[in-house]
Structures are given as C-alpha cells and as structure tokens.
C-alpha cells in the first residue's frame, strides 16, 4: 500500500483526496520508482483545484515532477537503485503522477538525478526550473549574449523566473524582473535581479512597436505582457515564451518581428526530447548555486499539498514549493 492523492469525477463535480492504494493500482510503465520528492507547478494547480481541465483520464493522480529511487526495471536504460527525475510527458494529466509515494512509468521519459544536487534540490529545481534552463539555453542558442543589453524576465518570483534569474545572473547577463510583488525586490536581488519593474507597466495594451530595452526575454506571462516584451526587444533580440499566468492570447503585431529581427522561441517543457532535458539539466548543473534552491524552495508534507495547491493558484507563495511524499 502506498500514499497518494488522488483526483476523480464524479456526478457533483471532481474530488480531490488523500487516499491508500494497492501497488496493483499503478498505471503500465517499465520502471517502478519508490518516490522521495514531487512538487507544485501551476499545472499541477490548475489540475488539483480544478480551475482548468488539466486531466484528461480518471481518476487521475497529480504531480508533473517526481524524483526517487528505481525498485524494478525492464527498461534497458535503467536498473534497480538509480536515481531518477522526471518531468512532463502528460504525467499528471494522462498518466499517474508524482503526488505520490510510487509511480510506474515509462523509462525512456526520466533522466538521471545529476550528482551536483540532493533528491529534493532536484525538485526544488523541477517542471519550473528546467523550464527556466529551456528558456536560457534557447536565447544563447539564438546568439543572445551578455554584452548586448539587459534581460528581462516576467513572472519573476515564481519557480521559473526565480531559477532564469539566478542561471543569467551567473552566466553574466544583467537582469530586470518584473514583478507584481513590490515587496519582494530584495529576494528578487538576492537571486541577482539588478532592476524591479512593476507588472502594470507592461500587462495593459501598448504600442506595437516601442522603445528597444531588452537583449533578450523569459516570459511566463502571455498576453499583454508578452506583446510589449517583443515590442521592447532590441534589434536581432529574443523573446523566449514559456507560459501564460496572464493569458493565452498574443494581441501583437508582426513589427517587431519584421523590422527589428526580434526572434519569438516557443519553449515547451512536456514533450522536449531527451537531448535538450539532458542539456537543461546539465546547465542547472553547472551554473546554478544549489545555495540558491534553500532561497527558493520550502518543504511541505503530501497531505499538505491540496491546500497549499490552493495557495498557489490565488497568488500567496513565491518560489517552489517541494513535496515530501514520505512526511
């Protein structure tokens, strides 16, 4: 028997519950983990609060990351006592997640826990931060370098933009955040943030071509913000696009794509392929002061996270919330 939560549909609407399962219960998969960590992302949000239709098979349970111990293994790749992170693949949403104290997956979606970090620095890290690599990765892809201006990074105290400004921040690029947390600018400092701008100055419509400010961009925002990111990026710039906290529409226009050369990067973190996670992963290695993941991350117990999922959707928590499957 193991722990987890677990979310159904019923006639009244969904439930959400901690619950005890058999073993036998688990999905298909080729490796058997024991779990140690998961997190909170804001899909895991959305799917535990029910505030979009995230799930797609039930009953479901949530977690798109997860990190742990392999105990059984008919997949090549793996053996019994590795360890293993796992981010994506529909994991939460079609396939059972890592909100729980097992999980049976497929061995070709996980990765190895890099040597650099513990198992819950890892999901300290998680969905958010390896998104946060995705996105940095791709603006030096793109020839974004840190000689050419700031970088601006929106949604700045959530998971993904804590992790972008700490990985820029090391590899030498000056960093602006954008914020609807005034009060968090020295935490936002302390991650390497050199500029605190308010949200409102770029959430309202704009004009479709403005000032040129920014090297390069992460945006998690979407919408509003997003258009006048891109009307802000400099000549041959990059705008690296990851999320929609403020929504899923883009009322732009094609100028500062046709007459300035502005580069728009679509980043997804669920299906990436293999190559560019393990790329990811090894830039979180290398660049990214573990000392920072005890600044972002606070640690709750798994019957703890419905109501901390509930938190997280109305805006109260910054940083990354890690889950501790066991506790």
């Given amino acids: 028997m193991f722990s987890a939560i677990v979310i159904d549909?019923?006639?009244?609407?969904?439930?959400?519950?901690?619950?005890?399962?058999?073993?036998?219960?688990?999905?298909?998969?080729?490796?058997?983990?024991?779990?140690?960590?998961?997190t909170l992302n804001f899909k895991d949000g959305l799917a535990i609060t029910g505030s979009?239709?995230?799930?797609?098979?039930?009953?479901?349970?949530?977690?798109?990351?997860?990190?742990?111990?392999?105990?059984?293994?008919?997949?090549?790749?793996?053996?019994?006592?590795?360890?293993?992170?796992?981010?994506?693949w529909g994991v939460g949403e079609v396939h059972w997640g890592g909100l729980a104290q097992k999980a049976k997956l497929k061995g070709d979606w996980l990765v190895p826990l890099p040597s650099a970090f513990?198992?819950?620095?890892?999901?300290?890290?998680?969905?958010?931060?390896?998104?946060?690599?995705?996105?940095?990765d791709a603006l030096i892809d793109a020839g974004v370098t840190p000689?050419?201006?700031?970088?601006?990074?929106?949604?700045?105290?959530?998971?993904?933009?804590?992790?972008?400004?700490?990985?820029?921040?090391?590899?030498?690029?000056?960093?602006?955040?954008?914020?609807?947390?005034?009060?968090?600018?020295?935490?936002?400092?302390?991650?390497?943030?050199?500029?605190i701008i308010d949200r409102s100055e770029m959430s309202e419509k704009g004009k479709p071509l403005q000032k040129e400010r920014w090297a390069g961009v992460v945006d998690t925002a979407g919408s509003f913000t997003l258009a006048n990111a891109c009307?802000?990026?400099?000549?041959?710039?990059?705008v690296a696009a990851c999320g929609l906290a403020q929504g899923m529409d883009l009322p732009a226009t094609v100028m500062p794509f046709i007459l300035r050369g502005v580069s728009l990067l679509g980043i997804d973190s669920v299906m990436a392929p293999k190559a560019k996670r393990l790329k990811a992963w090894d830039r979180l290695a290398k660049d990214l002061d573990p000392a920072v993941l005890d600044t972002i991350g606070q640690t709750i117990g798994l019957g703890d996270a419905i109501e901390a999922a509930k938190k997280f959707m109305s805006g109260e928590v910054k940083g990354r919330y890690i889950v501790d499957v066991n506790a």
């Fill in 118 to 136: 513990t198992p819950a620095q890892a999901m300290a890290i998680g969905t958010a931060g390896y998104t946060a690599a995705l996105c940095v």
């Fill in 147 to 195: 000689d050419q201006g700031e970088i601006l990074v929106t949604g700045a105290t959530g998971g993904v933009g804590s992790v972008a400004i700490a990985l820029l921040k090391k590899l030498g690029f000056s960093v602006a955040a954008l914020t609807g947390k005034a009060s968090e600018a020295d935490y936002l400092k302390s991650l390497g943030a050199e500029t």
């Fill in 9 to 38: 549909k019923t006639d009244d609407g969904q439930t959400v519950t901690l619950q005890q399962l058999d073993e036998s219960a688990l999905p298909e998969g080729d490796v058997t983990i024991d779990v140690a960590f998961s």
């Fill in 231 to 238: 009307a802000q990026t400099r000549y041959g710039g990059a």
């Fill in 52 to 88: 979009s239709p995230v799930v797609r098979k039930f009953p479901m349970v949530p977690g798109i990351d997860l990190v742990g111990t392999v105990t059984e293994s008919t997949n090549a790749d793996w053996k019994a006592g590795d360890t293993v992170v796992l981010n994506g």
